[in-house]
């Protein structure tokens, strides 16, 4: 392929995180004059982020790998997969490289030596707020890499490494970057949100000329103060999580918490090097809801966790019965190459782990259409996402971007990317329908 400017083909497989890492690589890319191909055919070369957390991920980078090759032949492994390296070379031998996770110059250093970049200082400009493969009205923005738990069923930190928070002065920066772009929404990410800071011992860093300590509270009440939907992601219910509910009463930001609970039973729980006091949570989800009513918690599960039996499965269903959890998702558990649950006795036949994860999510549909009826009526201010078939595709503060639910008003095109308020008129166990107001 020949150009006058060298193109590079991006593929971003995995989770919000990983797309923060295309997004940074995209971003330097840009910055150093290469253009982004969309197709593999008019690219120099290809780029493909991968994810290698579970089985089902590993094959579909393995396979975005292969066709990456097929199509153009010149490929660039980066991302969780490129953490074992064998993996991918045992595969494909011939791709041009292998990286891991969140190494932003190594990529670059391989696209240089495999297409050298051609300098022009009158091209070489990008906006402030960088590349993003998001809607322009929403934006990941991520705290910190790496994790410092080790679940007996994730690798993260085998592939991504001990908990590194980012500078706050830095993280604000970017924030304060993508608000003046015309974001609306910043969905704030890491391994561990609630986390940030433990690292560094919460060291005072500083943005606008003001002293601030790298913490959760505290970056909440800066994002807060920005004017745009601020929603926390990956928050661990630490006794510190408590001070962030005022913030979310006083609407600061998103009246939002989406906590990885993962189980509900103390001896699975226990199994899988997680914290075991089901009993506490349920006070604090009450406590919770007592100072912020209209508060919405999401949380994913693990059903068929080696060793579950069914008294454990019944104590997760009597959890998720008392929790009366917003949003939810659940797997079916899978084995996943280096995880320390390997090693665990009592594997759950397949056929028994579907059977509970379809009991499982029957209960939560029975939850969640019970609690969405209750909002009929009611008015929400809404994110516009989309306008498709003369319907208008929104989320309400309850929803985050592809993982939740939708509000969906029909007969008007509302402005993409703007926040309007609207009254519901119907909902099931997923969606809500409204109309403007």
């Known amino acids: 392929m020949s150009h006058s400017t060298p193109r590079v083909g991006f593929v971003s497989l995995g989770c919000p995180k990983a797309l923060v890492d295309s997004e940074r690589i995209l971003t330097q ?18 780029v493909v982020n991968t994810c290698g957390f579970i089985d089902a991920a590993v094959e579909e980078s393995l396979d975005a790998i292969g066709e990456a090759l097929e199509e153009n032949g010149r490929v660039i492994v980066t991302g969780c997969l490129g953490a074992e390296s064998h993996k991918v070379l045992d595969a494909y031998p011939n791709v041009l490289a292998v990286t891991g996770p969140h190494a932003y110059e190594q990529v670059m250093s391989e696209v240089h030596q495999h297409l050298p970049p051609l300098h022009d200082p009158h091209i070489d400009l990008i906006p402030p707020q960088g590349v993003r493969l998001t809607p322009r009205h ?20 085998s592939l991504r490494g001990d908990l590194v928070s980012r500078p706050i002065g830095e993280v604000l920066q970017e924030a304060e970057n993508l608000v003046q772009a015309g974001v609306k929404e910043l969905l704030v990410i890491s391994q561990d949100t609630s986390a940030y800071g433990v690292d560094t011992k919460y060291r005072t ?12 509270q505290t970056l909440a009440e800066a994002l807060g103060a920005m004017g745009v939907w601020v929603r926390l ?57 007592a100072q912020c009513p209209d508060m919405a918690v999401r949380s ?8 579950e039996t069914e008294a454990d499965f019944e104590t997760l ?28 006795t009592g594997a759950v036949p397949e056929a028994v782990k579907e059977e509970r994860l379809e009991r499982f999510m029957a209960v939560q549909a029975e939850i969640s259409a019970e609690k969405l009826g209750r909002m009929i009526g009611r008015e929400l201010e809404v994110l ?24 969906l008003v029909e007969g008007v095109a509302l402005p993409v990317g703007e926040r309007v ?14 109309t403007p107001l």
């Open 138 to 157: 929403y934006a990941y923005l991520k705290i910190s890499e790496g994790c410092n738990h080790r679940c007996s069923f994730c690798i993260i930190p």
């Open 29 to 46: 890319l840009r910055a150093e004059g290469y253009g982004i191909s969309a197709t593999y055919q008019d690219a120099d070369l290809v």
């Open 384 to 407: 516009v996402d989309a306008v498709e078939d003369g319907m208008s595709v929104a989320r309400s503060y309850r929803d985050a971007p592809e993982i939740d639910g939708q509000v």
């Open 421 to 434: 308020r609207v009254r519901v008129t119907h909902a099931d166990e997923h969606d809500l329908w409204a």
């Open 300 to 307: 994913t599960f693990i059903v068929g966790f080696p060793g």
């Open 205 to 216: 860093g500083f943005w606008g000329g003001k002293p601030l300590k790298t913490h959760i």
């Open 233 to 289: 992601h990956y928050v661990y219910p630490y006794p510190h999580v408590d001070r962030l509910l005022p913030l979310m009463a006083e609407g600061s930001i998103l009246p939002y918490l989406d906590i990885p609970f993962q189980h509900a039973s103390p001896r699975i729980l226990k199994a899988m090097r997680r914290p075991a006091h089901a009993e506490k949570v349920l006070t604090r989800l009450q406590a919770w809801r």
């Open 317 to 344: 269903l009597e959890f998720l019965q008392e929790a009366r959890l917003d949003r939810v998702g659940a797997f079916a558990y899978s084995a996943v190459e280096g995880a320390a649950a390997n090693t665990l």
